[in-house]
């Protein structure tokens, strides 16, 4: 019963008394038709539809055969026609076929763009809003859980603690490192030419602490605990998980969203010391091994290269970059409808907006801090 | 030459330590619709998830025409697998895609590329499933459950398959849509003379659409016959599945209805 038993289709074709005779045989079934034999496609295209058509001989007569032979008739039954019994149903379903087709996509128009432009406008106010919208349900949810402490969502915020902060401790471990050999090495190779060696701690030390270590680990964490925040709200979205919550009368905003706040909050600036540590470790190596640094030195050095402010303003800058990322991630996951594109989309939107907030953000502590904590200037 | 388009043989399934199935043997005959019925946790999906691949058995073998689904070259296991359609529980449709695109996607892979064929192609099963031309640009998100199984069956059809996979073809929808689809199958099964293996929890879909009737019970078959066969065995778990007073009533709304 494999499909290369049955009779193939075929086709013939006579000019017989009284106008053309067009004979079919054989199997006409999606399996024998597609792709369409070219020699049965040339024969097809000569016979007439107005001739005498005979399908006794045709074995078996799907859809797909029926609607190649309607679409050849030209959408409608040929004069002459010697069709079997059992072949009528499935021919009359096809000429059951509306004309009309599908309603219409509408075409591009000149002025779409015009409103594409208008509607992304309208779509960053729409985000900015719906973002304020959620720092204020996250903010009444904080307020009704200053009243009731019992309730405050601690075990989840523990947990989310554990998975964005601890779990991540490897992979910002191996990036930091490398970005200190890397940086280190590159540095070291510049300094010994101008026999500056000893800044290479100054260089490190700031560059790493203030910027580097903090601005590394939110890119990370962005990209591993972000996204994961957003596809998991979207997945509970997905399933009805957050409606069966809020038909409890359970908040999401404080059971979901504040959790993950609190811990990524928490978490960022424990994890930006963890980093910068290991990338600073990672450059001492670098050090010891291309200008023969002992790390004697370079530990000594570093405390008077680097003024304390520089780690506060790195740590708090963690605790910054935290808060808002999962703010961002938390906000594009409720957004998500139950759709796998929307589920992709918001997704990388999340990881996206996350990233160029971070670097915004920045940008913005590079100006607000530019008189604290610099040595030289 | 095989009449039976699907043949278990000693098929025993386990999950971890616990055994599913037990050596079932299950001939379905073509042209039959044989209907899978278990109470639940009996592993009737399984069974049908077996059927089609998706699932291997620990013991035993499953031939779909004639043959192991994974017999054979890449090419050869391909054009089986294209003999069969099934119908998931929830749909299955493909969300990124319009109501078009979900039917067309079989044909597309096929192979069918004149897209004016296949514009009719798409309308015609989404006429034979009962559905108008204008949904046809609407997103899985924005219909009814009763539509999406419409949808999804009309995308099972696509290929023009010998044999029909239902699982839980009624599950979700209310009494008169179910009973809609009941005779939406039926018809296609008259129609088209499709060979159907469905699993039901519903009594009055059993009893209007099935030929046959398969019972599982404890990792067995416990009876494979006409309903009126099944019904007749003494056994425990069939007193309870088919003659309490609610089973007996929707027995007879589906007999009435068929």
């Known amino acids: 019963m494999t499909p290369s038993d049955r009779p193939p289709p075929v086709i013939r074709i006579d000019a017989g008394g009284g106008g053309m005779q067009v004979a079919l045989a054989g199997d006409w079934t999606l399996q024998g038709l597609c792709p369409l034999p070219e020699d049965l496609r040339r024969e097809l295209a000569v016979a007439p539809p107005e001739g005498t058509w005979n399908l006794a001989g045709v074995t078996r007569l799907d859809s797909f055969g029926a609607v190649l032979l309607w679409r050849h008739w030209g959408r409608r039954r040929p004069a002459r026609l010697d069709l079997p019994e059992a072949l009528a149903p499935v021919l009359a379903r096809a000429e059951a076929l509306p004309g009309g087709g599908l309603p219409a996509e509408p075409g591009y128009r000149f002025l779409d763009g015009t409103a594409q432009l208008g509607r992304a406008v309208h779509a960053a106010l729409h985000h900015l809003l719906g973002f304020v919208a959620l720092v204020g349900h996250i903010l009444i949810g904080l307020g009704g859980l200053l009243r009731r402490r019992d309730q405050w969502p601690l075990r989840e915020i523990s947990a989310n603690f554990y998975k964005v902060g601890v779990r991540a401790m490897p992979v910002t471990a191996l990036v930091g490192f490398l970005i200190g050999v890397v940086m280190s090495y590159l540095s070291a190779l510049q300094l010994r030419a101008f026999g500056a060696d000893a800044f290479i701690v100054n260089i490190l030390g700031l560059g790493i602490i203030r ?17 994961a925040m957003t596809a998991q709200l979207g997945v509970m979205r997905v399933t009805e998980e957050i ?43 670098s050090a010891y091994v291309q200008l023969g640094m002992s790390f004697d030195y370079f530990l000594n050095a570093l405390p008077r290269a680097v003024p304390a402010a520089n780690l506060v303003i790195g740590l708090g800058k963690g605790a910054v970059f935290g808060l808002l990322i999962a703010l961002v991630a938390c906000y594009f996951g409720l957004r998500v409808r139950p759709n796998t594109e929307s589920l992709s989309a918001n997704t990388t939107a999340s990881v996206v907006a996350s990233i160029t907030v971070v670097i915004l953000v920045d940008a913005v502590f590079a100006i607000a801090t530019r008189s604290i904590g610099l040595p030289y200037r | 030459m095989s009449t039976f388009p699907v043949e ?30 278990g109470g639940s946790g009996s592993g009737k999906t399984t069974l049908l998830r077996q059927m089609v691949g998706l699932l291997y058995p620990v013991e035993g073998e499953v031939k779909v025409f004639g043959e192991r689904l994974d017999a054979g070259a890449r090419h050869e296991q391909l054009a089986r697998r294209r003999r069969f359609g099934m119908l998931f529980q929830h749909g299955a449709l493909f969300s990124a895609f319009t109501v078009f695109a979900n039917i067309a996607f079989p044909l597309r892979e096929f192979g069918v590329r004149d897209e004016g064929l296949l514009r009719d192609l798409v309308l015609l099963k989404m006429a034979m499933v009962e559905l108008e031309p204008d949904v046809a640009l609407r997103m899985p998100a924005e219909l009814s459950g009763g539509m999406v ?22 599950a979700g929808l209310d009494p008169d849509l179910s009973s809609a689809f009941v005779e939406l199958i039926r018809s ?58 609610r089973s007996q009533a929707a027995l007879a709304r589906g007999l009435g209805a068929g």
């Not at chain 2, 278990?8 to 209907?35: M, N």
């Not at chain 2, 069956?153 to 839980?168: G, N, Q, S």
């Not at chain 2, 060979?195 to 404890?218: E, G, K, N, P, Q």
């Open chain 1, 211 to 227: 910027e580097l270590g903090p601005v590394l680990v939110s890119v990370l964490v962005a990209g591993r605990s972000g996204s």
């Open chain 1, 243 to 285: 409606d069966a919550l809020t038909a409890m009368g359970i908040s999401r905003h404080v059971r979901l969203v504040l959790p993950k706040v609190v811990a990524l909050t928490l978490a960022m600036p424990l994890l930006t010391l963890w980093g910068s540590a290991v990338a600073i470790l990672g450059g001492m190596v």
């Open chain 2, 8 to 37: 278990l043989r000693g098929v025993s399934t386990r999950f971890g330590k616990q055994w599913i199935h037990r050596g079932i043997d299950l001939a379905v005959p073509a042209g039959e619709v044989v209907a899978l019925v």
């Open chain 2, 149 to 170: 199984k419409r949808v999804a069956l009309a995308r099972a059809l696509a290929l023009e398959p010998e044999l029909l996979v239902l699982d839980e073809p009624t």
């Open chain 2, 188 to 245: 296609l099964h008259r129609a088209l003379g499709l060979t159907v293996i469905l699993v039901t929890h519903d009594l009055d879909t059993l009893a209007a659409l099935a030929t046959r009737v398969a019972v599982l019970s404890a990792g067995r078959i416990l009876a494979f016959g006409t309903l009126d066969e099944v019904t007749n065995v003494r056994d425990p778990f069939i007193d309870r599945f088919f003659h309490g007073a």
